[in-house]
C-alpha cells in the first residue's frame, strides 16, 4: 500500500529555512500531484503548494518566492524549500499524493481529490 512520511520539522528563527521532505513508499512517480498543506492552531487547513509530474507548480499567495517546490522521481521523494520564513508559517505541514497530475480544478486542487495523505510535521517559526 502506497505510504508517505513527511519530515524535517522543526523550531526556526524568523527569516530561517528549513526543507520539509516526503518520502513517498510502494510508488512509481509517473502520473501524479504531489500536495502539501499546512494547518495552523485554531484554523482549516490550507494548500501551500503542489507539483505535478509534468514539473508544473503552484503556490498560495503568501509564500510565492519564498517556498520552492520539487520532486525527485527517481528517490521517491516530494520536498519543500520554505525559505524567509515568518511566524504566520507556523503550522503542521502534510504532504498528499493524488494518483493522476490532472484536476478540473487544476494544481490548486481541493484536498478531497488526493488519494494518501503522510503524517503531519511541526514547523514554528518564532521571532
Known amino acids: 500500500d502506497v505510504q508517505l512520511q513527511a519530515s524535517g520539522g522543526g523550531l526556526v528563527q524568523a527569516g530561517g529555512s528549513l526543507r520539509l521532505s516526503c518520502a513517498v513508499s510502494?510508488?512509481?512517480?509517473?502520473?501524479?500531484?504531489i500536495g502539501w498543506f499546512r494547518q495552523a492552531p485554531g484554523k482549516e487547513r490550507e494548500g501551500v503548494a503542489t507539483?505535478?509530474?509534468?514539473?508544473?507548480?503552484y503556490y498560495t499567495d503568501s509564500v510565492k518566492g519564498r517556498f520552492i517546490v520539487s520532486t525527485d522521481n527517481f528517490a521517491r521523494m516530494g520536498y519543500l524549500q520554505m525559505n524567509d520564513l515568518k511566524s504566520e508559517d507556523t503550522a503542521v505541514y502534510y504532504c498528499?499524493?493524488?494518483?493522476?497530475?490532472?484536476?478540473?480544478?487544476?494544481?490548486?486542487?481541493?484536498?478531497?481529490?488526493?488519494?494518501?495523505w503522510g503524517q503531519g510535521t511541526q514547523v514554528t517559526v518564532s521571532g
Open positions: 498528499a499524493l493524488d494518483l493522476e497530475s490532472l484536476s478540473t480544478y487544476g494544481l490548486s486542487r481541493p484536498e478531497y481529490e488526493y488519494d494518501y
Open positions: 510502494e510508488f512509481t512517480f509517473d502520473d501524479y500531484a
Open positions: 507539483i505535478s509530474s509534468h514539473g508544473n507548480t
